[in-house]
């Protein structure tokens, strides 16, 4: 695991979880959605699909296939095993949390005075945890260990799945440990993975 991601990253989530404990979910869910503005709606509406196929395809094609071009056979194989192992958890861990806490409200299920997000498919159930924060701190993770060094940008990676953890919130799609949940399960579902790829020193 890239050494300065994994700085990055635990800063992100220890941050996130000291709110989460002295404001608690409900009470940061009602301080970000006094912000809410036409120019955060568009912004975060797009931003969460850093975590959907739009962008989760083309990462893994250059990770899977452009990045390893002029690596040898070995080293393909470590990064395609990597891959499928990581970001296969990345996917499914949440969804065992979805299936045995089916009943877990979202936002809108609790506040009935919330506002919906024009264009956004509203939810009311399996909450916990975030599935997209899951898979886009796994590819995150995976990105800055497996690519070329100058094209890590550790902090860039971790900034982004910040961004999604916290559109998820905005958009009234998860609570606040829904999100940290879902991002120390993808950090984890990335180790995994590279360690089963033989990526398991700390780079």
Not at 63 to 91: C, E, N, T
């Amino acid at each position: 695991m890239n050494k300065k991601f994994t700085y990055y990253f635990l800063i992100f989530w220890s941050f996130l979880s000291l709110i989460y404990g002295i404001n608690g979910s409900q009470n940061f869910h009602l301080s970000l959605q006094s912000l809410r503005s036409e120019i955060l709606d568009f912004f975060f509406l797009y931003a969460t699909r850093i975590g959907e196929e739009y962008v989760l395809i083309p990462a893994i094609l250059l990770m899977a296939i452009f990045f390893p071009w002029k690596q040898g056979k070995s080293h393909k194989i470590r990064v395609l095993y990597s891959l499928l192992i990581g970001l296969s958890l990345g996917g499914f861990l949440p969804q065992i949390g979805k299936f045995f806490l089916s009943d877990a409200l979202r936002p809108m299920a609790v506040f009935e005075n919330l506002e919906p997000i024009e264009g956004l498919v509203v939810s009311y159930r399996k909450s916990f945890p975030s599935g997209h924060t899951s898979i886009t701190v796994a590819w995150v993770s995976l990105w800055s260990s497996l690519v070329f060094p100058k094209l890590r940008v550790p902090l860039f990676m971790a900034l982004l799945a910040l961004i999604v953890a916290i559109s998820r919130i905005y958009l009234n799609m998860h609570w606040l440990h829904d999100v940290i949940v879902g991002g120390f399960l993808g950090f984890l579902s990335a180790y995994i993975g590279l360690w089963a790829g033989g990526f398991n020193k700390t780079l």
